[in-house]
């Protein structure tokens, strides 16, 4: 069975500071990526998506992720985290053509202004 | 457009009750997929609809069933409910499958009591 694993459980930035949320996968094959966040009282939200072709994916509200499929990866990343991207990230995978998602156990982010 | 609705948002009941939750898709979505999110267990994936048929379903006990109706409406119902079953159940849908991406509903909070 997959695993998904986020290493990070809680991250505390300052404001502008860069941002960084490792996510790590078991699954030999084919695989779709997503991250997804979850602000404060609200639903989850899909911030972006690799299915293939360029491993560096650019999401929503600047932030962008790198698949490196030799260290089975696919850490999300902000160059200057801002207080309202204070949220819970969840990094997940799927097998190419299943229709099923694995979620990591989420990462909490806490930006201080 | 309108997004993933999910009816009721909260729910109280007993142990040993059973108990039916819905989810509307967005419009033209024709994959639902449906999810417990619990603090220690996180997102677990529980089954998928596509056109009325259950396409994949995840490692829960068949106590958890689900269906999906012509107008892709799902409906998910948990019987003999244990205080285990207590979660944030979440339904998420598509327009295939993974392939698009997900769009998640603000949940059921279930308390079992």
């Known amino acids: 069975a997959q695993s998904v694993s986020q290493h990070n459980h809680h991250v505390i930035l300052s404001e502008a500071a860069s941002l960084e949320l490792g996510c790590n996968y078991s699954?030999?094959?084919?695989?779709?990526l997503f991250w997804y966040v979850q602000y404060p009282g609200q639903h989850l939200q899909l911030l972006l998506k690799y299915f293939s072709g360029d491993p560096l994916v650019k999401g929503i509200k600047g932030f962008e992720a790198e698949f490196i499929k030799s260290k089975f990866s696919f850490n999300l990343r902000k160059p200057s985290v801002q207080w309202s991207d204070t949220a819970e990230y969840f990094c997940?995978?799927?097998?190419?053509?299943?229709?099923?998602?694995?979620f990591g156990t989420g990462t909490r982010l806490t930006v201080i202004p | 457009k309108a997004g993933v609705t999910q009816t009721p948002r909260y729910l109280i009941k007993t142990r040993g009750q059973q108990v039916t939750l819905s989810c509307s898709p967005i419009?033209?979505?024709?994959?639902v997929s449906w999810y417990q999110q619990t603090p220690g267990q996180g997102l677990q994936f529980l089954f998928e609809?596509?056109?009325?048929?259950?396409?994949n379903k995840g490692n829960f006990p068949g106590r958890f069933s689900g269906r999906q109706f012509s107008n892709s409406r799902s409906e998910m119902n948990v019987s003999t409910l244990e205080l285990g079953d207590s979660a944030l159940y979440l339904c998420?849908?598509?327009?295939?499958?993974?392939?698009?991406?997900?769009?998640f509903g603000s949940g059921t909070r279930l308390t079992v009591v």
């Open positions: 998420a849908s598509s327009l295939e499958g993974d392939n698009y991406g997900y769009t």
């Open positions: 609809y596509f056109s009325e048929t259950q396409r």
């Open positions: 699954y030999g094959g084919t695989v779709n």
């Open positions: 997940a995978v799927s097998e190419t053509g299943a229709n099923n998602l694995f």
């Open positions: 419009s033209g979505h024709r994959s």
